[in-house]
C-alpha cells in the first residue's frame, strides 16, 4: 500500500492512495479491503476530510472493492506505460 500524499484543499484535507497492491497469494481474502480500512483509518486520525485513489479501469475487482465503499468516479486520466525493457 503506498500512501502517496495528503493535500489541503479548501474542503478539508485529503488522503491519496496512489496504489495497493495484494500479492496474488493474497487476494481474494479480504486483504484488500483491509488495507483500504486502514488507510482510511489513518487519514481519518489525520484529519482527512476526503480520500481519493487511482485505480486502472481494466482492474475489475478493485473498481468492484472501491464502488462497494462507496467510491464514485469523478474523471479518467490517460497513463502511459512504459514497455519492458529492454524491447
Not at 497469494?25 to 486483504?31: D, E, N, S, T
Not at 489513518?42 to 472493492?65: D, I, K, M, Q, Y
Request: with cysteine.
Amino acid at each position: 500500500l503506498i500512501l502517496s500524499n495528503l493535500a489541503d484543499l479548501p474542503t478539508g484535507r485529503v488522503g491519496h492512495i496512489s496504489q495497493l497492491a495484494i500479492d496474488t497469494h493474497f487476494r481474494h481474502r479480504g486483504a484488500g479491503r483491509m488495507l483500504l480500512f486502514a488507510a482510511l483509518a489513518r487519514f481519518s486520525e489525520l484529519g482527512c476530510s476526503h480520500a481519493t485513489l487511482t485505480v486502472t479501469s481494466a482492474n475489475s475487482p478493485a473498481l468492484s472493492l472501491y464502488q462497494s465503499l462507496g467510491f464514485t468516479e469523478r474523471s479518467r486520466l490517460w497513463a502511459y506505460v512504459w514497455p519492458l525493457w529492454p524491447v
